[in-house]
Every structure is written in structure tokens, then in C-alpha cells.
């Protein structure tokens, strides 16, 4: 790993408003959302019930 590697892994590290903002947003993350199951209640309760 060279000088500018190692220097833009600690800006990275150091910006913890990036850090934040990516936090803020994995929490909210929600894969049934994305696939768009979210108003699929019926499957999830057979996929629950099997």
C-alpha cells in the first residue's frame, strides 16, 4: 500500500459525517423494499407458515 493509499484510508476514516450518513442509511436498508415484496403480506405469511 503506498503513501496516498494509506492517506485516503485516513480522510476516509476521519469523516465521520461520511461515516454517519452510511450509517444512517444501512440502517434503514430494508431487501423486501428493494425486491418490491413489501406489500406482499400473503406470501410472507405462507413463506412463514411452511
Do not use: Q, Y
Not at 430494508?30 to 403480506?41: A, D, I, K, M, S
Request: proline share 2%.
Amino acid at each position: 500500500m503506498d503513501e496516498l493509499d494509506k492517506k485516503s484510508i485516513e480522510e476516509f476514516v476521519l469523516d465521520i459525517n461520511c461515516l454517519d450518513r452510511i450509517s444512517r442509511k444501512a440502517g434503514k436498508f430494508n431487501p423486501f423494499e428493494t425486491l418490491g415484496l413489501v406489500n406482499n403480506e400473503k406470501k410472507h405469511s405462507n413463506v412463514l407458515a411452511w
